[in-house]
Structures are given as structure tokens and as C-alpha cells.
């Protein structure tokens, strides 16, 4: 997109002296005579000041990021370390917009960074602590799909493979290219995920724990990558509890309970805490706990400190914490000074975008995304894949319906549904039967295909999204995909079921009667599908996912209208059924009401043949008509668009919980 003081551009503009024209990273000042040039690209600054996030409401509310400055330069290689809990990752995520402080600024080479987001996207690189590609495909065809998403629309095949080479051979996995990504070592993957966010070529890069559960040796390969990264022109931020390595960066910032409590250069953090062991490690063991005036490390270390806050807190209920003491010892300090006041202040003044409307979550809107139809596709196409390669799981789903449909056809009458029995009766409750298995099995297939598809890949979708992934074309491509595997299904499920039990002849309203049962109980998997979206989308894992599904599938049974009456409050709430609305489709599809149907009628005949008077009645649930038909079609279908439309909204809901 072109960008116009912050703003995109679809049509002509005029431009007036000092406007500021973005276009990539590459930024123009219009001055009537002149257009001055701003190339950032290798050339990426990051000045944030007092950053806050505070999480949780009212008195609940807490804050986890505490009042943080710091000043990054152009590719410098900075690491934010710090124990579990400290607010390393915290400080990170507010640094790249992935998860913005609730209060603060950050600047981007002048630029407000959340206000103008957008025009940053493309420059960004963010690896979480998750993978953030598909384990199930190969390392090339992974980057493949990934470089589709991110790089233009115009961007030639031959060049997303030059793209790919050239990151496979920067991370070192150019041998592993034709690998499945689950076949890798963990630094292995790691390192794929790095080469996927280097794709887009960023000027500024951030990683969180990338040399978690490494080894030595892979760790400390893994950092001199990052310092080849930095030194190759971008700006490189990594969070990271490891310390063997970080001698590497250019500065090094400790975090401890939200707080900054020293950013500078590696070999004099050791000095600054008074650690005489060369172990950086031995640093964290002063920076936990409660700073009590009887604490050795106050003794030693923060005596003037704790002084200063006692004065400064004279009606204190309890001692400072450790990391208070120290944030106040470091403020305090020519480190401080240095390597944060100062470089703030000489913070270049840049092509300040003012103006622009700040909206919530701290992005602007316009945002230049791809087509819809487009990313769909690619969605679509890359989701097949996957599913075709994940071979196991897809031959238990597909042996689902031919299974099911064996063990009905033990049990299931032929004339189950025509009712042509030995004494020539029709017998509506038989028919029943089989008609709310096929109903309940179909609502099953839909729910258990879709329940785990979403968040399943959590990490890879947030990520996405923070690039540019849309949230319509995410969900269709699912549907699209599942769809077909849900025809495959119905198709098996009702083919064998066919093969033994008879279907009416003329009871056809719109189809004949096979393919009118088929196209209602594609209807229901569709629904069920929708429901297992919905389910999958509002989980916070697979296992919780799974779990969640009997609350889904028992209702199914209870509310279908066959094992018991559905009255009373009851029938509000067999309207929230899939089945409920499929068995009343297939009820007036084949046309139950012309079946006998009364609780004396048993299995023998014991009532000559016909219906005897008393036996032929009709229930509303089963009218013949194509009005009542097309309506229960409707509702399927309507339930299916409600579900898909509160998974978008689940989906939406992750943007603003991060």
C-alpha cells in the first residue's frame, strides 16, 4: 500500500509541504521543491518510554510491565533476559505490537509505532515460542505456503523459490529442505521458523525463547545466527532466560518482576551487580525475593537503596522487593544515564506522522491485505495438503462412516423404512430408529472433523494474523476442505447403509428419496462441522476441545426427539439440536406419517394387515410438504451460518487476549 501521513491511499492525493508519503520502508517528505528520502531498511530504531501493561480489571488488575525505557539502534542485537515470570517476553510483545503496554510510547525511527502499525507490517518479523509452521509438511513446501501469505500477489514463483534458498541457507537447514517439519530437532525447527519470518526480508526482528530447550552446542549456535542476522542489517530483539551466550549482544536488558533493572552492555552487568564469578547467571539469584534490611543481598549490594525507600515510603506495611530496590539503584546509576537517558535524547526527530486516529488495540485501520478470494485459496489449498498428509488421521476419519454403517446394517431391518414387513404392516417407530442414527451419526462425523482443527494451530494463526491474515477467508477455507471430507462421509455412510435397508420409492418432495436423505444429512455434518468451528475456535487447547465435545454430542441424543418426548422447556431448547431439525427433514423427506405408528403396534404384526383404524396418525414433526422440507433445510443451513459467524467472533476475540 501508499501511505499518506499514516493513512492509505486507493485514488489521487494532494500533497501539501511537509506530508509524509510511506511506500514499504521506503519513506518520502514532500517539500515542494524537493522529496527528501528515508530508507529504513537495515536502519530500524526503537526508542520506547514508559511502558506499563497492566492486565486484569479493577481490583484484580495488576501490572506485569512496569514503567520500562529503553533505546535500541539500527542493527543492534539486544537480549532481554530474565527468570519465568519477570516480563521479559511481556516487554518484548509490547516492543513489536504483538501485544501493545497499556500505556507508553514506542517510535519507530520517529514514527509512533502502535498509531501507525500498519505501516510496519512488512518490516516486522516476530517468532513466538511456538512453532509457527505446520509439523506435518516439509521444510520447503512449508516456506512455500508462508512466503505466499506474506509477499505480494505479484511476487513470481521463481523468486519466492530464490527466497526460500537464500533463508534455508542463511538459518544453515539447507540439507533438511525435503524433511517433514516434525522430523527435525527442536533447534532444527526453530531455526525454520526464523528462516519463514525471514522470507519478507524484516528490518526489525524479534524472538521469543528461541533457544528454549536447546542444548549447549545448539544454543550457541543458534545466537551467533542471530548476531550473522543483526550484523547483516536489522534490528534484532530476543527474549531468553539463558545466559551462557548473551556475551554475543550488544546490550543486554534484566528484567525482574516487570521491571527494568539494567540495560547495557554485557560486560558491565556483572560489575553493576557485584557478581565476581563471570557467571551471568548468578545474577538472577539477586534479583528474587523480598528486599528485607536484614537480606544479604541488601547488606552488600542495596544498602542506600532500601535506605532511600524507606524514607521515600514511611508507612510501608512491608519491605520492597528485590528487583524495586535494584530498578532504583540502576536509575541511579552512569549505566542508566548512558545507555538510556542520553540515547533517548539524541532519539532522531524523523518524519513524525501526526494526525493519524489511533484505534483500538493500537492499530490503525486501511490496512493493505490481499484479496480475500486469493488468500482463501491459498488457505484452502495449503489445509488440503495438510490434511492429505496427515495420513493416519485421515484414514481413521475416513473409516469412520463405512464402520458405523456395517454395525447398523446387524441391526437394521431391511423394510425398516418401507415397513413391508411379514404381516404387511408399516411400522413408523422402526423407521425412526434407523433415521435418528443416520441423523445422530452425521451431527458426530461433522462436530468430531472440526473440533480440533482451529486450535491446533493456535500459534500459527495468531502469528498470521499478525501479518495478514484475514479471519473470513481462515474460516471458509476450513469449511471448503471439511466440506469435502464431510461429502466423502455421507456418501459411504448412506451407500452402505443402502445397500441392505429399502428407500421408499415415490416419497420424494423435490429429489428422489436417496438423494433427498442424502442432501439432508449433508446438511447436518455441515452444521455439526459448524458447531465443532465454534468449539474449536473458543478452546485454549486440543485436549480442552475434546473434551468440550460430549457437552456438544449428548444433547444430540437427548433432544432428537426419539428416546424421549420433547415438551414443555425442552422443545425451546431441541431448537438449539442439529438433529432435532435433520430427523424432522428426513421424517418429512420419506414421508413418515403414511407409516403406522401406535404404542400397541409390535414387532409380530399382531394387527392384520394395513393400518388398522387407530394406527394411521399423523405428528406435525413429519408433514409431507416441500414447504416444511425446505424449511427444516433452512434451519440446517442457518445453523451452520450462525456457528461459522460466532467462530469469527471467537477468532476476532484472540486479537484483543493476547
Known amino acids: 500500500g501508499t501511505f499518506v501521513n499514516g493513512q492509505r491511499v486507493s485514488g489521487p492525493y ?55 525505557s529503553l533505546s535500541i539502534a539500527p542493527r543492534e542485537f539486544v537480549a532481554l533476559v530474565g527468570g519465568s515470570g519477570t516480563g521479559k517476553s511481556t516487554l518484548m510483545k509490547a516492543l513489536c505490537g504483538y501485544a501493545p503496554a497499556t500505556s507508553g510510547q514506542v517510535l519507530v525511527n520517529g514514527d509512533d509505532f502502535y498509531r501507525h502499525f500498519e505501516n510496519y507490517r512488512n518490516v516486522l518479523g516476530y517468532v513466538p515460542q511456538d512453532d509457527i509452521l505446520h509439523r506435518t509438511l516439509p521444510v520447503e513446501r512449508a516456506l512455500g505456503y508462508a512466503a505466499r501469505l506474506r509477499l505480494p500477489a505479484d511476487t513470481a514463483d521463481s523468486e519466492i523459490e530464490a ?46 525463547e528461541p533457544t528454549s530447550g536447546l542444548d549447549p552446542g545448539l544454543e550457541k549456535k543458534m545466537m551467533y545466527t542471530l548476531r550473522r542476522l543483526a550484523d547483516s542489517g536489522r534490528t534484532v530483539v530476543l527474549a531468553t532466560h539463558a545466559t551462557a551466550n548473551i556475551t554475543v549482544c550488544d546490550h543486554v536488558a534484566f528484567m525482574a518482576a516487570g521491571r527494568l533493572v539494567y540495560f547495557g552492555p554485557p560486560a558491565e552487568a556483572l560489575s553493576f551487580f557485584n557478581v565476581t564469578s563471570g557467571d551471568f547467571a548468578d545474577i538472577y539469584t539477586k534479583l528474587e525475593g523480598l528486599g528485607d534490611a536484614a537480606s544479604p543481598v541488601v547488606q552488600r549490594d542495596l544498602r542506600a537503596e532500601h535506605e532511600a525507600w524507606v524514607r521515600a515510603n514511611p508507612g510501608a506495611k512491608g519491605p520492597p522487593s528485590l528487583a524495586e530496590l535494584w530498578e532504583l539503584k540502576y536509575r541511579a546509576s552512569p549505566v542508566y544515564q548512558r545507555y538510556v537517558v542520553a540515547r533517548l535524547a539524541d532519539a532522531p526527530a524523523g518524519p513524525v506522522v501526526q494526525g493519524a486516529a489511533q484505534q483500538k488495540g493500537g492499530t490503525q ?41 456395517l454395525l447398523l446394517l446387524m441391526v437394521a431391518r431391511a423394510d425398516s423404512l418401507t415397513g413391508a414387513g411379514a404381516a404387511g404392516l408399516l411400522q413408523r417407530g422402526e423407521a425412526k430408529k434407523v433415521l435418528f442414527m443416520l441423523a445422530t451419526v452425521s451431527v458426530w462425523f461433522g462436530i468430531i472433523n472440526a473440533a480440533r482443527e482451529i486450535v491446533k494451530e493456535g500459534p500459527i494463526f495468531r502469528r498470521e494474523r499478525l501479518v495478514n491474515l484475514r479471519i473470513g477467508p481462515y474460516i471458509l477455507s476450513k469449511v471448503a476442505v471439511l466440506s469435502l ?86 422443545r425451546p431448547l431441541s431448537w438449539l439440536t442439529v438433529s432435532s ?9 420419506l414421508d413418515l406419517n403414511a407409516l403406522c405408528n401406535h404404542p400397541n403396534l409390535d414387532d409380530q404384526g399382531s394387527v392384520p394387515p394395513g393400518c388398522a383404524p387407530g394406527f394411521l396418525t399423523t405428528e406435525d414433526a413429519f408433514a409431507h410438504t416441500v414447504g416444511h422440507l425446505l424449511g427444516r433445510w433452512g434451519a440446517l443451513l442457518a445453523y451452520a451460518v450462525v456457528c461459522l459467524g460466532l467462530t469469527a467472533w471467537g477468532l476476532r476475540r484472540r486479537d484483543r487476549q493476547v
Not at 376 to 400: E, F, G, M
Open 14 to 68: 494532494q500533497l501539501r509541504p511537509g506530508d509524509v508519503i510511506q511506500i514499504g520502508a521506503f519513506k518520502l517528505v514532500y517539500n515542494v521543491s524537493s522529496l527528501d528520502e528515508y530508507d529504513q531498511r537495515g536502519a530500524m530504531r526503537i526508542d520506547a518510554r514508559g511502558l506499563t501493561r497492566r492486565v486484569g480489571r479493577g481490583a484484580q488488575s495488576r501490572v506485569i510491565l512496569n514503567d520500562v
Open 163 to 208: 527466497r526460500i534458498s537464500r533463508v534455508l541457507e542463511d538459518v544453515e537447514m539447507t540439507p533438511h529442505r525435503d524433511k517433514l517439519v516434525e522430523t527435525l530437532s527442536g533447534g532444527q525447527r526453530k531455526r525454520v521458523s526464523i528462516g519463514a519470518e525471514l522470507l519478507a526480508d524484516p528490518s526489525l526482528f524479534f524472538l521469543d
Open 365 to 405: 485501520g486501511a490496512a493493505p491485505r490481499p484479496s480475500p478470494l486469493r488468500q482463501w485459496a491459498l488457505l484452502s489449498r495449503r489445509y488440503l495438503d495438510l490434511t492429505l498428509q496427515d495420513r493416519r488421521n485421515l484414514l481413521i476419519l475416513l473409516l469412520q462412516a463405512p464402520i458405523i454403517a
Open 485 to 570: 471430507l464431510t461429502v466423502v462421509q455421507t456418501a459411504v455412510l448412506l451407500g452402505i447403509v443402502a445397500l441392505k435397508v429399502r428407500f421408499p420409492a415415490d416419497t420424494g418432495l423435490l429429489l428422489p428419496p436417496l438423494l433427498e436423505t442424502f442432501v439432508t444429512l449433508l446438511l447436518t455434518s455441515l452444521a455439526g462441522m459448524a458447531l465443532g468451528l465454534v468449539i474449536s475456535a473458543f478452546s485454549a487447547s486440543p485436549d480442552r476441545a475434546i473434551s468440550i465435545v460430549p457437552l456438544a454430542l449428548v444433547p444430540q441424543i437427548l433432544f432428537a426427539g426419539l428416546i424421549f418426548e420433547v415438551t414443555g422447556a425442552a
Open 581 to 589: 431439525w435433520s430427523m424432522e427433514a428426513l421424517g418429512a423427506g
